[in-house]
């Protein structure tokens, strides 16, 4: 578990970018609380008004049973959502954030089979 803040100060407005990497599916529960509990703290502890990008790995499949939402794209590699996907579509919800990577479409070399 990783998370790395930087905030980049401008003249018209400034932008926070918070990198992470969030623990696999199958560590301890705890521990995935933990990672997100503190991302969540981390994004909104900078002003309403700042750019904040959220970037890294966050372990998660986002599943094709989501693109009903806004905060999901049309791509996307995987067919279901894992539990780590789920945790990464709640935060998005809840920020009211898009999941870039179901934006664009995916090489074939790189989507699931069953």
Same mark, same amino acid.
């Given at each position: 578990? #990783?998370? +790395?803040?930087?905030?980049? #100060?401008? #003249?018209? %407005?400034?932008?926070?970018?918070? +990198?992470?990497?969030? /623990?696999?599916?199958?560590?301890?529960?705890?521990?995935? *609380?933990? @990672? %997100?509990?503190? #991302?969540?703290?981390? %994004? !909104? =502890? %900078? /002003?309403?008004?700042?750019?904040?990008?959220?970037?890294?790995? @966050?372990?998660?499949?986002?599943? $094709?049973?989501?693109?009903?939402?806004?905060n999901?794209?049309?791509? =996307?590699?995987?067919?279901?959502?894992?539990?780590?996907?789920? $945790?990464?579509?709640?935060?998005?919800? =809840?920020? !009211?954030? @898009?999941?870039? =990577?179901?934006?664009?479409p995916?090489?074939?070399?790189?989507? *699931?089979? /069953?």
């Amino acid at each position: 578990m #990783r998370l +790395c803040k930087i905030q980049l #100060r401008g #003249r018209h %407005y400034n932008t926070t970018l918070i +990198c992470a990497h969030a /623990p696999t599916d199958d560590k301890d529960e705890t521990e995935k *609380d933990l @990672f %997100y509990d503190l #991302r969540m703290k981390s %994004y !909104n =502890s %900078y /002003p309403a008004q700042d750019m904040k990008l959220v970037i890294g790995d @966050f372990n998660a499949k986002i599943g $094709r049973e989501l693109f009903i939402s806004s905060n999901v794209g049309l791509h =996307s590699l995987h067919k279901e959502t894992n539990e780590n996907g789920q $945790r990464l579509w709640d935060f998005a919800v =809840s920020e !009211n954030l @898009f999941i870039i =990577s179901t934006a664009f479409p995916h090489k074939e070399i790189h989507i *699931d089979i /069953p």
